[in-house]
Nanobody
Framework: QVRLVESGGGLAQAGDSQRLSCEFS????????VGWFRQAPGKEREFVAA????????SYADSVKGRFTISRDNAKKTVFLQIDNLKPEDTAVYYC?????????????????WGQGTQVTVSS
């Protein structure tokens, strides 16, 4: 059984930093890609960042480049999303997802496993 559990969200002020964690367990191995997505109220779920667990190759949405950093600690079976200089428009539920993918795709398609999400709320 595959399980993904996000943590690290909460209330923040604009300009703050937060680090989200995604702990995975079960049949997720080095050939998997782990991605972060977010969904703001009334909006579609959108891609944020992804990382290959094996090589560590990374991909980001253009809207978050320079402020978001994705990383992984395979020994701890955890993927992190560091968010710097938080903005009110970063307010959303952040989900991590995993898929057996050969490339860093930026759509929900291909990610077979999803966590429950963690809320990030940024006030101005």
């Amino acid at each position: 059984q595959v399980r993904l559990v996000e943590s690290g969200g909460g209330l923040a002020q604009a300009g703050d930093s937060q680090r989200l964690s995604c702990e995975f367990s079960g049949r997720i191995a080095s050939k998997h890609v782990v991605g972060w997505f977010r969904q703001a109220p009334g909006k579609e779920r959108e891609f944020v960042a992804a990382i290959m667990l094996s090589e560590g190759n990374r991909s980001y949405a253009d809207s978050v480049k320079g402020r978001f950093t994705i990383s992984r600690d395979n020994a701890k079976k955890t993927v992190f999303l560091q968010i710097d200089n938080l903005k009110p428009e970063d307010t959303a539920v952040y989900y991590c997802a995993a898929g057996l993918l050969s490339s860093l795709i930026k759509t929900k398609r291909g990610y077979d496993y999803w966590g429950q999400g963690t809320q990030v709320t940024v006030s101005s």
